[in-house]
């Protein structure tokens, strides 16, 4: 047993991007006042985070064997019997996600991807505002559930899995370390990311509220002031 490559870069780098967005969106939405340019930003935050979320699916695939999804696909059983294990101080290690953890990534795709279309159906829509706001809160659930089960994990196992997200090693056997950290496909990442930012931030239009989708030709109108305070329906 000794430090070994377990994380590439890439897969780390999604974490951080995606938890500073989280944070950053949720703070926005929690601080800002609605129709504000702070508001405006968390509105845009959510079309910042989609090609994370495109690309962590597509390495979930093709990644490196600790980031697939075949790695951390547990049979439901499984994943009860972890957390039993877990509640009786008696889980066993995992050197990539253990079942909980798994799931909760999988599931935070999902949810985040339903946030941020829920967002997008928001105008003229009182139901999709409403699915948002619970789309939303349960995110915040999870990612709470989360911080939880890396501190139950810290605990219980003597290991620091926020540094080992950051310098991508873990104590686990030789056969567990990964061929090759990816640099490339990290610059790849954050360049696109990059790009995309700037143009969602570049086209948009704060008088209209509109905003174009790069690459689509889309342009998609975000509520105003008065559509917010009347509701699509009254006369």
Request: charged residues 15%.
């Amino acid at each position: 047993m000794k430090p070994v490559l377990v994380w590439d870069i890439p897969t780390r780098l999604y974490h951080w991007l995606l938890a500073a967005g989280c944070l950053a969106a949720f703070g926005l939405a929690y601080a800002a006042p609605e129709h504000s340019k702070a508001f405006d930003a968390h509105m845009l935050l959510g079309f910042l985070l989609l090609p994370l979320l495109v690309f962590r699916i597509l390495w979930g695939f093709v990644g490196t064997k600790h980031a697939r999804f075949s790695s951390f696909m547990y049979r439901p059983g499984e994943v009860a019997a972890y957390l039993r294990e877990t509640l009786a101080g008696k889980t066993s290690h995992h050197v990539g996600h253990n079942p909980a953890a798994g799931y909760a990534m999988i599931a935070m795709i999902v949810i985040l991807i339903g946030a941020i279309a829920s967002g997008i159906l928001i105008p003229g829509s009182k139901l999709f505002e409403e699915v948002h706001e619970t789309v939303s809160g349960l995110l915040l659930c999870l990612i709470a559930a989360h911080l939880l089960g890396v501190a139950v994990h810290m605990f219980m196992h003597r290991e620091n899995v926020i540094l080992s997200m950051v310098h991508g090693r873990k104590t686990a056997e030789a056969d567990d370390q990964i061929g090759s950290s990816h640099l490339l496909a990290a610059l790849t990442l954050l360049v696109v990311t990059g790009v995309w930012g700037y143009a969602i931030v570049g086209t948009y239009d704060y008088q209209g509220r509109k905003i174009e989708l790069p690459l689509t030709g889309i342009t998609l109108q975000l509520p105003s002031e008065k559509e917010s305070e009347t509701g699509p329906d009254d006369d």
